[in-house]
């Protein structure tokens, strides 16, 4: 196998890796996962309690449209607070409710164990590998965060729509 399809092979798997766990453990907490793009938010707001939509649009590279969707959806489901910013009452600031760390949490602690539950099946040497590569792919997962979508010529930043050049006067 060639260095180029070891590095297909790996985006495969853990692709494979992450919706099967989704699913799994979606079925094992006895509800559907919610969409990708809510569970980025919340993990993105968890980890930034206050953030505001337009940062959360930067930081997930996506419209502000859609994450007001997002927010307006996750807040009616009872998974997210939005406050006003006492200094610019114009800006709501988000972050997780009680519900959606126990619902977190949950998901989290039922995940780990499928992983635990999966890996037990393994000979004690994968299991060890699989369990030392950890740290790497953190390291991979840094470096793939610091390589931000640059935006392409004629797009606003954030925006997935491309903006019509501007004609000469």
Known sequence: MTANEQV??????VGELHRLLRRRTGARVGRDP??????????????????SGKEVARRLCTAP??????????ADAGLLARDRDPGDRRVLRLRVTEAARA???DYETNRAALLDEALAEL?????AAILAAAPHLDALLGALRGH??????GRAPGNP???PPARPT
């Not at 931000?148 to 010529?153: G, H, K, T, V």
């Open 103 to 105: 619902r977190m949490a």
């Open 148 to 153: 931000a979508r640059p935006e392409p010529p």
């Open 34 to 51: 919610l969409p990708e793009a809510q569970v980025e938010l919340l993990l993105l707001v968890r980890e930034t309690p206050g953030i």
């Open 8 to 13: 297909a092979r790996v985006g495969a798997v």
């Open 161 to 163: 729509v491309a903006v």
């Open 123 to 127: 000979d004690p040497a994968a299991r």
């Open 65 to 74: 449209n859609t994450v007001s969707t997002l927010v307006r959806d996750l």
